[in-house]
């Protein structure tokens, strides 16, 4: 069973800049699909970002382009969200999601592992 632990939420201000990690336990880590989704209080989850297996891909939502950054290093089966620019909406619950795959994928249905989520607050 693959394990998947988020960190790096916390309270910051606006235009304060963040960073969330997405920890996986599996050695093949490299086959793997990472995307981050988010969930605001009374709002559906949405897709945030996204990076294929290989890295070479990355899709983001349009609310945060230009602003989040994904990134992954797969000799830590580590997944980063570099967000800058922080407004009060990108308040959420933020949660990575890992699939078995090269391409990334859009529906969060099609994502088999997840984990705890992170809370992200954006508040002066």
């Known amino acids: 069973q693959l394990q998947v632990v988020e960190s790096g939420g916390g309270l910051v201000q606006p235009g304060g800049s963040l960073r969330l990690s997405c920890a996986a336990s599996r050695f093949n880590f490299h086959y793997y699909v990472i995307a981050w989704f988010r969930q605001a209080p009374g709002k559906e989850r949405e897709g945030v970002s996204c990076i294929s297996s290989s890295g070479g891909s990355t899709n983001y939502a349009d609310s945060v382009k230009g602003r989040f950054t994904i990134s992954r290093d797969n000799a830590k089966n580590t997944v980063y969200l570099q967000m800058n620019s922080l407004k009060p909406e990108d308040t959420a619950v933020y949660y990575c999601?890992?699939?078995?795959?090269?391409?990334?994928?859009?529906?969060?249905?099609?994502?088999?592992?997840w984990g705890q989520g992170t809370q992200v607050t954006v508040s002066s």
């Open positions: 999601a890992v699939t078995f795959g090269y391409e990334c994928y859009e529906f969060e249905s099609e994502y088999d592992y």
